[in-house]
T-cell receptor, first 113, second 115 residues
Framework: DGGITQSPKYLFRKEGQNVTLSCEQN?????MYWYRQDPGQGLRLIYY???????QKGDIAEGYSVSREKKESFPLTVTSAQKNPTAFYLC????????????FGSGTRLTVV | AQTVTQSQPEMSVQEAETVTLSCTYD???????LFWYKQPPSRQMILVIR??????QNATENRFSVNFQKAAKSFSLKISDSQLGDTAMYFC????????????FGQGTILTVHP
């Protein structure tokens, strides 16, 4: 079955460390997105990519980086510059065109220890 | 920039009754899409219903329906015959016609269905 897979489900980061969250999809979707979810603030867009080797900053890109070397993969790195990284991170994908529906991954919970 | 506002942080309803969740949005675009997503305790995001702004008819999906008031920029969700499985966080979301598929979310409403 096609879907979008995020790993790991839980991740712990020490102060000053970079960590990478994985997002893989086998839906042949063109666009991929990373959102951050904090209590009481809904979901906020970090980065998005519409095609391979191209990506754009979202509303809260500072302290994060991404790459899109393959259509199927859109990893998110949380760098040490992100001062408050504890949050729930959701990856999503979407096929370009009139089919504007999102498919979401199951999320990664990142905690700073 | 678009904004989406959900003014009800929490709502509760008795099983089998009807509840309405509110959502307002602000945009200067004329072509856009609106969504309601459900996030149960598993935290998996599930699409409940969507509405295309150019369609005047309100969308319905089984027990879920919307009241789309374009002039008022209002997009409320009505859940009929509420079930225990409807207990979840509900997000209203906006996608502009020229936004490259980016979604802008409201703050969410926690809905609890009581037996």
């Amino acid at each position: 079955d096609g879907g979008i897979t995020q790993s790991p489900k839980y991740l712990f980061r020490k102060e000053g460390q970079n960590v990478t969250l994985s997002c893989e999809q086998n839906l042949n979707h063109d666009a991929m997105y990373w959102y951050r979810q904090d209590p009481g603030q809904g979901l906020r867009l970090i980065y998005y990519s519409q095609i391979v080797n191209d990506f754009q900053k979202g509303d809260i890109a500072e302290g994060y980086s991404v790459s899109r070397e393959k259509k199927e993969s859109f990893p998110l790195t949380v760098t040490s510059a992100q001062k408050n990284p504890t949050a729930f991170y959701l990856c999503a994908s979407r096929k370009e065109g009139r089919d504007f529906g999102y498919t979401f991954g199951s999320g990664t919970r990142l905690t700073v220890v | 920039a678009q904004t989406v506002t959900q003014s009800q942080p929490e709502m509760s309803v008795q099983e089998a009754e009807t509840v309405t969740l509110s959502c307002t949005y602000d945009t200067s675009e004329s072509n856009y899409y609106l969504f309601w997503y459900k996030q149960p305790p598993s935290r998996q995001m599930i699409l409940v219903i969507r509405q295309e702004a150019y369609k005047q008819q309100n969308a319905t999906e089984n027990r879920f329906s919307v009241n789309f008031q374009k002039a008022a920029k209002s997009f409320s969700l009505k859940i009929s015959d509420s079930q225990l499985g409807d207990t979840a966080m509900y997000f209203c979301a906006f996608m502009g016609g020229t936004s490259y598929g980016k979604l802008t979310f409201g703050q969410g409403t926690i809905l609890t269905v009581h037996p």
